[in-house]
């Protein structure tokens, strides 16, 4: 059991989706207040996730500032409230916490308790929450006001619960719980439930998607320039990086993509060393199409008939003759030797 | 001196190499990134000075001076033509989170003064790794050379005078904001005049 962090205070709400358009305002009462967690199991449940180390949350987010206005967010606030205020403030930001989390979502998400901790250690104050939907290893119920909650007796739902999470983390300066973490542990991690980093925690991901592209075509170049790689396998890893920009991924696990195409020892080792150094606290880059061709000093052109020209950036208007037809059409002139030709499978 | 300040002297001191180190590697990656951009006419980071950090941390509303100063590393971009600030603005926050992002230029049409853009942006995790810089972010501003020249002017002279300024001085230095807004709006002009008869021709 995670005994260090010095738990101040909890609370749990049960949260209904309110968010109907053309319907503004709640559907039902947020209810729930501050939670008295004596249970021994209990505590010892919601203390092993507040006390996970952030890095096994794998997303970095931040909360998004107001445009044009000095720092400014409204969420990070009620966070902040949270970690810092008198309990009285605690427990009003928490309920606000939960009416936005009840307003952010829809119909398709379904009910859901919404439990928030914070603890301090260190000198360092964590605030951590969850939403565990309908099938959670949690029960919970309110008598006289006050939420009760029982930790069910499943062991798969506890090793394995379905939820969503987020840590924020600092300290009292301006500069503390800026930036956090966040997971997404249900089934369905599509547009949908976007809305736990964007409705509710007005948040975004961290890294940009520029910095993310270069990051990664760095690392490409150092481990394709070194002698470390045979000819087929620098073929492999440059089509690897191909198939990141034509289906136009929008994020890259570096470890996985080391793992899939990087065959040799030394050199997956080298690349996943580098980009550790780069990105310390994440394995996931968001990356961009645009921005990985800019990098890789490749441009690309895309034709209506799926047809796919690249060449090096720096000389694609000399390589690459492109006449204007009818309608729109084009005709290429490519000159050049074919070297090598591949079936590549879909 | 109080043991409160001297305490902080000595913190600060304790970090000051360490943000040096940052702010010069910070250097050289936004210097990488515009390598070549004919639109930048400098660019430069410096860690702040202990004792202006130390004057800074004196006023009331920096309760944590360590974390609540942000601008302990600093970095200025400059650029040629007015236009050209958004451009660059967006080249960085294509690179940097931030968490603030404002245009200093009064909004105000009969006051002329300070102008320029501010971003504070989180310090990458690679330059906090590898240099022991112990500070979350950095502030960036980005002036053209006329916002740059009146703000390093009016740095002594206006912002950290020891005196409260006369009627005169005041209107002399709001003035010279104005002439500096003046040609940065002409130059501007100029420069987009130029790069549109390029198109043309």
């Known amino acids: 059991v995670p005994d260090n962090w010095e738990l101040d205070f909890s609370a749990a709400y049960l949260v209904k989706p309110s968010r109907i358009e053309g319907r503004p305002g709640l559907t039902g009462k947020v209810k729930g207040s501050k939670l008295n967690v004596s249970e021994a199991v209990l505590k010892s449940f919601l203390l092993s996730l507040h006390s996970e180390k952030k890095k096994t949350l794998p997303t970095e987010v931040i909360f998004i500032h107001e445009a044009g206005k000095e720092q400014n967010n409204e969420v990070r606030e009620l966070f902040r409230k949270v970690a810092f205020f008198p309990v009285t403030e605690k427990r009003s930001a928490s309920r606000k916490l939960a009416k936005r989390l009840a307003l952010s979502t829809d119909g398709r998400s379904g009910s859901c308790l919404f439990v928030i901790l914070s603890g301090k250690k260190e000198g360092v104050t964590r605030v951590s929450c969850w939403r565990f939907p309908a099938d959670t290893p949690l029960e919970a119920k309110i008598l006289e006001g006050d939420i009760k909650i029982k930790l069910l007796e499943d062991a798969y739902a506890i090793n394995s619960p379905n939820f969503k999470a987020a840590i924020f983390e600092g300290d009292q300066s301006r500069s503390g719980f800026w930036d956090g973490r966040i997971e997404d542990k249900s089934a369905y991690k599509d547009e949908v439930s976007q809305y736990w980093r964007t409705k509710f925690l007005d948040c975004r991901i961290k890294p940009t998607e520029s910095s993310g592209s270069r990051m990664l075509i760095s690392a490409v170049k150092e481990c394709y320039n070194s002698n470390d790689l045979s000819l087929e396998q620098k073929d492999n890893l440059m089509e690897a990086v191909d198939d990141l920009i034509s289906e136009e991924q929008t994020e890259v696990d570096f470890d996985l993509f080391a793992t899939e195409h990087i065959t040799d020892d030394t050199s997956r080792d080298k690349f996943v060393k580098y980009l550790r150094a780069k990105s310390p606290l994440t394995n996931t880059l968001p990356i961009k199409a645009e921005y990985l061709e800019r990098d890789l000093g490749v441009k690309t052109i895309h034709l209506d008939n799926k047809i796919k020209i690249s060449a090096p950036a720096e000389n694609f208007d000399e390589l690459v003759n492109v006449t204007e037809g009818e309608n729109g059409a084009v005709q290429i002139t490519i000159s050049g030797r074919i070297v090598d030709t591949k079936l590549k499978k879909k | ?201």
Not at chain 2, 7 to 34: C, H, M, T, W
């Open chain 2, 1 to 201: 001196m109080s043991t409160n300040l001297e305490k902080l002297r000595s913190q600060y001191e304790d970090r000051f190499p360490k943000l040096e180190q940052g702010a010069k590697v910070l250097q050289n990656q936004i210097e990488e990134l515009f390598k070549g951009d004919q639109r930048i006419d400098f660019i430069s980071a410096r860690a702040k000075g202990i004792e202006s950090f130390l004057g800074k941390a004196g006023k009331a509303k920096y309760k944590y001076p360590l974390g609540d100063i942000q601008d302990q590393i600093g970095v200025r971009i400059v650029v040629k033509y007015k236009s050209e600030l958004v451009h660059v603005r967006d080249a960085i926050l294509d690179e940097f989170s931030e968490i603030e992002d404002v245009d200093k230029e009064d909004k105000d049409h009969t006051l002329f003064g300070y102008a320029g853009i501010h971003l504070i942006c989180f310090l990458p995790e690679d330059i906090r790794g590898s240099t022991g810089c112990e500070v979350k972010f950095f502030e960036m501003q980005l002036f053209t050379i006329f916002q740059h020249a009146w703000a390093e002017a009016n740095h002594d002279l206006g912002y950290k005078s020891d005196s409260e300024l006369d009627f005169e001085t005041n209107k002399l230095i709001h003035f010279t904001a104005a002439q500096a807004w003046g040609a940065d709006k002409i130059f501007d002009e100029l420069w987009i005049k130029k790069k549109n008869s390029k198109e043309g021709s």
